[in-house]
């Protein structure tokens, strides 16, 4: 089989039963092309029988998969695994085409969510919980894993190809049904991913695709017949999400936005960090929950640091995302570009000095994309509004700081807690910031801290609402309840 990657695409279908269906709602959106303006597909959101239809065949699928050995139970994964190596690259050409972002990073984040399929793999091991002979006299305990029904998880824009796989192997591996709904704004990853999960052999309800936008999820989310919810998104819907599905006694565990820092310290190498720092604010657009775009140094090298981030910066090329030479590619739709101009509009009138304007880029040929080049701020301030609130565009801000100290205070004033980021030549500096740094992802000398798939993902603060994380061990522990049996067995 070939996966079709030329556009216009025929509308995005449900994958329900086992089948494909046209979502039934009355609404829908165009999917557009960020760097060409085209329109390249539809989809129309699903309605509450939609809804209804994937959480029924999910309880039936449940009742014999949960049963299923977990040996065969793992078996369509590998198959999966296997499909997606296959067809990667035209994942990521569909991923390009919906999105905006480069070839390589989607093949990047292609290779992030087959992780997670390799991981989950391993549940035969993973999902055992413990036994203890002798635990009191002549008696035996065994915590076992238990799946618990029908799970879905509700995905942003940014990394369609990715973020599914932060949940959908795990809850399929441990014996549980799976709805996903992906985000309406480039929902065509993920029907061709379930293209592949189609021919990977997992039973009819086992794994389902629905979309749409806010009343699917609400519907979803009222649902009585599923457990439980992740959510990954902005933090205002994260946070009302999480509300709604407790509310309805489901377990939830919801993703939101970020606002992250880079500490710049004297004895860095300050080339490689300012590379490093360009990267991690800049690549995918700087549409990412990872993105460090804070940039907090020590007094004594900013200048030098200022200048080098600034060539980094200007060196980039924005273009095409299918085009080789491209670093960076398009901002996902004109508003959301909008939307950025007017932040870099803030930082100026709040008094930041603009270092570098991107706002004049031109991409011949792309005259109707959605496209920015990177943007430096000088002298920003804890106040301002490009400093507390998430950009999600090309755009940096530097800030001089007395010293380590100071600077860890002003990353940890912020009300998110997503990610940061030290670079240093000190491993005492790197120590303080380790134990005192409130955020979920920490790199030292790297400049976006993405944990690989057998660690968990997660933030802090108002970054994340739950307990449990996204990926690895967590996602087991999210997705099965223990039982304990003890056992005695006295002569009879
Ligand atoms: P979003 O919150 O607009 O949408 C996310 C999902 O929620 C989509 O599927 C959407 O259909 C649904 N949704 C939107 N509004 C809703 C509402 N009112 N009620 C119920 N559901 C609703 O987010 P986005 O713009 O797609 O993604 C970007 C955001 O996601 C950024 O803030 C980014 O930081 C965050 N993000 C966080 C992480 C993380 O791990 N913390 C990872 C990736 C992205």
């Known amino acids: 089989m070939t996966l079709e990657t030329a556009p216009p695409w025929d509308d995005v279908q449900n994958y329900i039963d086992g089948d494909w269906h046209a979502p039934s709602g009355t609404d829908g959106q165009d999917i557009v092309d960020p760097a060409t303006g085209e329109t390249i597909s539809y989809v129309g959101f699903s309605s509450t029988d939609d809804v209804d239809a994937a959480v029924s065949a999910g309880q039936a699928a449940f009742e014999e998969w949960s049963e299923t050995p977990v040996e065969e139970r793992i078996q369509p994964l590998f198959e999966l695994k296997q499909l997606l190596e296959d067809h990667q690259e035209e994942l990521a050409e569909v991923l390009v085409r919906e999105h905006g972002k480069t070839l390589a990073e989607a093949n990047g984040e292609l290779r992030r969510g087959i992780e997670n399929v390799e991981v989950a793999c391993g549940i035969p091991s993973m999902m055992q919980a413990g036994h203890l002979p002798n635990a009191a006299p002549d008696i035996d305990e065994t915590a076992i894993r238990k799946p618990l029904g029908v799970f879905t998880a509700i995905t942003p824009f940014n990394f369609p190809g990715m973020i599914p796989l932060w949940f959908l192997p795990y809850a399929v591996a441990t014996g549980n049904a799976f709805i996903l709904k992906p985000s309406e704004q480039d929902p065509v990853v993920a029907q061709r991913l379930f293209e592949l999960i189609d021919e990977a052999g997992f039973p009819d309800g086992v794994v389902q695709l629905v979309n749409g936008g806010v009343d699917t999820v609400n519907g979803l989310l009222d649902h009585e017949g599923i457990q439980g919810a992740s959510f990954v998104g902005s933090t205002p819907v994260a946070e009302t999400v999480y509300e709604r599905a407790a509310a309805n006694g489901k377990r939830v565990q919801a993703q939101g936005g970020a606002k992250n820092h880079i500490i710049v310290t004297e004895s860095a190498n300050l080339e490689f960090a300012a590379a490093k720092t360009v990267s991690s604010a800049c690549a995918c657009g700087g549409e990412r929950c990872l993105a460090n775009d804070v940039i907090v140094v020590e007094e004594g090298v900013y200048d ?76 920003v301030e804890p106040e301002m509004t490009i400093v507390r609130e998430e950009i999600f565009g090309p755009v940096l801000g530097l800030m001089a700081v007395d010293d380590v100290d100071e600077a860890i205070d002003v990353m940890n004033r912020s009300e998110f807690g997503n990610a940061a980021s030290l670079f240093t030549g000190d491993g005492a500096d790197a120590r303080k910031v380790r134990h005192e740094a409130d955020v979920g992802n920490l790199g030292v000398n790297a400049g976006t801290a993405a944990p690989m798939a057998f660690f968990h993902f997660g933030g802090r603060k108002d970054s994340f609402f739950g307990d449990l994380h996204a990926q690895g061990e967590d996602m087991i522990h999210f997705y099965t309840d223990k039982t304990i049996y003890i056992e005695r067995w006295p002569d009879s």
């Open 304 to 379: 030098e640091f200022t200048d080098l981030v600034l060539e980094e910066a200007a060196a980039q090329t924005v273009g095409y995302g299918l085009d080789d030479a491209t670093d960076i590619g398009a901002l996902i739709t004109p508003e959301h570009e909008s939307r950025v101009r007017d932040l870099i509009a803030s930082g100026v009138e709040e008094g930041a000095e603009l270092l570098l304007d991107g706002r004049d880029v031109e991409v011949d040929g792309y005259e109707d994309g959605n496209f920015l080049a990177p943007t430096v701020f000088g002298d």
